[in-house]
């Protein structure tokens, strides 16, 4: 049987991190591509010389050259610029764009059939432009930001209740930036609703400190974060490649559903081979609609301020 071919563009914190939980899950054989010479050849051989240690197999390859990506069953798209402190994700418009704009027309060329996964920030407007420059159905692009947001909710009710994370789960909707909309109505621990086991005040607190995850990171760190979201990536090409029909939350072209039409928001859908199989639409109360359409809002106001760059 042919093994997958995943393909990560942006061999740097995320992508070099996404590469290693790729390969230690044994999702396929991994091609690592970046501007700068010998660096993904360098992390590569890396990381192929842990697998006698850590017992798994795969072809890893670092390289330059869009040619070694050909016939990528997923491209990773993490290439761009990261936030320093004091910086938004919006901040990244411009030099993203230009970057994400390049990355692509490459990949797609060498590429037809893969699914592409987006990463780089503003996560919701780079999958659009994904979606705009690739020319690929719908369901062949895809953002990663709310298994990321939802994974930072998970982790701070776990710790806030002392209970194991593997029983909280957590769904967070909306654009990956400060209008995020974390929801605690369909946030549980085994099954519970948090809203049955903490007090509003403390998970106003957690929805609070989810919304401001990505910036308390590039704050402590002086860079944005990269384990946390290379496993959510991972998950993702995960979901794909083995077909699981997992439902997560991620950036998904919308075209009515939620009411929102036209644009790339944090949905919960079915991901599985083929990509996005389905955008699952939850009920929602007025309040939690609207702070889904202010959301939504705050996406297309910087589409349309990349259309004029
Ligand atoms: P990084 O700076 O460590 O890595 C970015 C890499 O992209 C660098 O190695 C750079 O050389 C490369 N690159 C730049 N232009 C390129 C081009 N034209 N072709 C190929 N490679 C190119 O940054 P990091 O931390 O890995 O973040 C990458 C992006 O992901 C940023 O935009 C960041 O904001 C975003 N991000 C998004 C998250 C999400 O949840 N969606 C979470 C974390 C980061
Ligand atoms: C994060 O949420 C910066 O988007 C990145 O960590």
Redesign the pocket.
Known sequence: MRRHKISI????????TCAHWAAVKELGDVVL????EG?PQGKALDLAQSGPVEDFDGVFVGTNDYKDTAGSDVIVI??????KPGMT?ED?LEA?KQ?VT??VSSCVEHSPGAILV????P?DT?TYLAKHVSGFPKNRVL???GV??SARFRTFVAMELGVSVENVHACVLGG?GDTMVPLPRYSTVAGIPITHLLSKERIDAIVERTRDG?GEIVRLLG????YA?AA?VAEMVEAILLDQNRILPCSAYLQGQYGIDGLYVGVPIKLGAGGVKQVIEIELTDEERAALHRSAAAVRELVEAMKQL
Do not use: E, F
């Open positions: 563009i942006g061999a740097g914190n995320v992508g070099a591509l970046d501007v700068i660096m993490t290439s761009g610029m990261a936030r994700r990244l993203n970057i390049k990355v987006v990463v780089t920030n996560l780079m953002g990663q930001a990321l947001d990956h990505g860079t944005s974060a990269y979201p959510s």
